[in-house]
């Protein structure tokens, strides 16, 4: 009887195993081909992003880009003149540069921590040493070679921003010509930048149409601003 009963329950033992290695193998493969289909979700993406027009116009809007190397093209301080080919120079962050005029000084360069968002890893910072309202200082994105303005047309711009509690001035944003900095759009943040991350919106409608324009964000006065997630859209694309 005694041995009857060790049979049974041995034979039990194997089958409560069996099934639980069936149900680790179901597991693993389960997780598998959920692993494979995030793969192939994320290669649709990148190929879709590459295939369909930009919707977004700003360039590297979230500061994660790093710079390539791209032979044969002049760089500088701000990312174009001087050099030849190789990397940009040291610093330089893809798609924006600083726009100082006259006496305006200012230095943009990453920032890795205190982030609006924990799913990005850099935003920028502008450290502004010198700027008044007539001669602000600027940084600029160019786009995907140039940014298309169109006469009339309007554009959502978002972005969000900080600054040190000793900040006070006003940000004037808009498209300008890449060459001698003419205002096609601008329109002024006519929200405080204040010392919390926060999203702000403005729209703006270029008076002329202009395939090669620029973005730009000026500053009028001294101070530390930090940009993150910055995205320029024509209004009839949400």
């Not at 099934?19 to 680790?24: K, S």
């Not at 590297?60 to 190789?86: H, L």
């Not at 140039?146 to 006003?170: H, M, N, S």
């Amino acid at each position: 009887m005694k041995i009857r009963l060790s049979l049974i329950a041995f034979t039990a033992m194997i089958g409560l195993c069996a099934q639980a290695q069936t149900q680790h193998i179901h597991s693993a493969d389960a997780q598998a081909i959920s692993l494979t289909q995030q793969v192939l979700r994320h290669n649709d993406t990148k190929q879709n992003a590459d295939t369909i027009p930009h919707a977004d116009l700003i360039q590297n809007g979230s500061f994660e880009e790093e710079p390539q190397r791209i032979p044969n093209r002049r760089f500088g301080p701000n990312g174009e003149g001087e050099r030849f080919g190789g990397y940009p120079a040291p610093g330089t962050i893809p798609a924006w540069y600083m726009v100082n005029f006259q006496e305006a000084q200012s230095r943009i360069e990453k920032i890795t921590t205190n982030l609006p968002d924990p799913s990005q890893q850099k935003a920028l910072q502008w450290t502004i040493m010198e700027a008044t309202s007539e001669v602000p200082a600027a940084i600029a994105n160019t786009g995907y070679n140039g940014i298309k303005a169109v006469e009339g047309e309007k554009y959502t711009l978002t972005f969000w921003a900080r600054a040190t509690k000793r900040y006070r001035g006003k940000l004037t944003v808009g498209l300008q010509d890449k060459d001698d900095a003419t205002w096609y759009a601008k329109a002024k943040v006519k929200k405080r930048i204040t010392k919390r991350w926060k999203k702000y919106t403005v729209t703006l409608v270029p008076d002329v149409t202009n395939g090669h324009a620029r973005f730009a964000i000026a500053a009028d006065t001294p101070g530390v601003l930090f940009l993150d997630m910055v995205s320029l859209r024509p209004a009839t694309i949400e």
